[in-house]
């Protein structure tokens, strides 16, 4: 019969606490604060994902009837262990890890040791979830392809998201374009062949007024682009051009899907400080670059008005 609650010391060695009705209360009220209603104002990054196969553990658990949630806690250790040295990463702290299934909801939640304020009572620190206290968790609901991942990091670890759930972000248009964004920055969407031409800076700003224009990404149409702008000299029909031109790094991307605005304006967006009662903010500061229509000269901040918008700019303006 599973237990509705856990919690397990992870250090080098994996203990069971041993929960009195004090605990199971006090850990209620942590749940309560990092993942229920009163976790919703926390600032912490939050993804949805799905099992990479069915090695997960998640998915192991949703079959086995008689499943022995300490497995959970193995699991973490194994993970947090570097494989050359077998020892515990340096970059990974000791922690607890806290089991609770409820009305079919299985959370997984890791506190880091300096988060927690009483170790014998689990009592809530008033602090938690400020940046000085990390924590990591996941909600399963019984859908292995959406699955809610949190990390109090800017980032999730990939050893908690990958090496102990055996998960992987689930793939959407936002996804696709944060990822293609970080690979045109780092001039890793295209094949190393491609990266030693002496045009890629120009193809890769090409690529970017592709992604600034377009409502969709898709690897083909890119692929006729550049010959076009005399960037790249390619026999389009080979079979394999699409091998010759992209990094193998890029094969995570789908090979076609909307561009996310949302994605653009996190990356992008910027906000300019003028004068002590001005600032500018622009969601894409270089695509209005790109298409000149911002420029400094002097002293001078010069704003070009597209003209579907400058009748409500008079109006904004009074004129």
Same mark, same amino acid.
């Given at each position: 019969m599973r237990k509705d609650v856990a919690v397990y010391e992870i250090t080098d060695s994996v203990n069971e606490v041993k929960l009195t009705t004090e605990?199971?209360?006090?850990?209620?009220?942590?749940?309560?604060?990092?993942?229920?209603?009163?976790? /919703?104002k926390a600032t912490h990054s939050k993804i949805r994902a799905e099992i990479i196969d069915d090695n997960s553990i998640l998915a192991k658990f949703s079959k086995e009837n008689n499943f022995d949630i300490e497995q959970f806690a193995h699991?973490?250790?194994d993970s947090e262990r570097a494989e050359s040295t077998g020892k515990r990463s340096k970059g990974i702290r000791e922690g607890f890890l806290f089991v609770k299934i409820h009305n079919g909801t299985l959370t997984l939640l890791k506190l880091e040791k300096t988060s927690v304020a009483d170790k014998e009572t689990f009592k809530l620190d008033s602090q938690l979830g400020t940046d000085k206290h990390y924590y990591k968790a996941c909600l399963y609901l019984g859908d292995l392809h959406n699955i809610a991942i949190?990390? /109090?990091s800017k980032k999730v670890a990939s050893y908690w998201l990958n090496d102990f759930l055996g998960l992987k972000e689930f793939r959407n248009d936002k996804v696709n374009t944060l990822e293609l964004i970080e690979l045109v920055e780092n001039k890793q969407l295209f094949s190393e062949t491609v990266r030693n031409l002496p045009e890629i800076n120009e193809i890769v700003s090409e690529t970017k007024n592709y992604i600034f224009e377009s409502a969709q990404f898709d690897k083909t149409e890119l692929l006729g682009r550049l010959p076009?702008?005399?960037?790249?000299?390619?026999?389009?029909s080979l079979p394999d051009v699409e091998s010759v031109v992209y990094s193998t790094e890029s094969s995570e991307l789908d090979a076609n899907f909307m561009i996310s605005q949302d994605a653009l304006k996190e990356k992008y967006h910027k906000t300019i400080t003028i004068s002590d009662t001005t600032v500018l903010k622009t969601h894409n500061l270089e695509k209005l670059q790109r298409q000149q229509l911002i420029k400094l000269d002097g002293n001078q901040l010069i704003l070009t008005v597209p003209n579907d918008y400058i009748a409500e700019v008079k109006k904004d303006l009074g004129i």
């Open positions: 605990k199971v209360r006090n850990i209620a009220e942590i749940f309560d604060t990092i993942i229920g209603e009163s976790g /919703k699991k973490l250790l949190i990390d /109090k076009v702008a005399k960037l790249l000299d390619l026999d389009l």
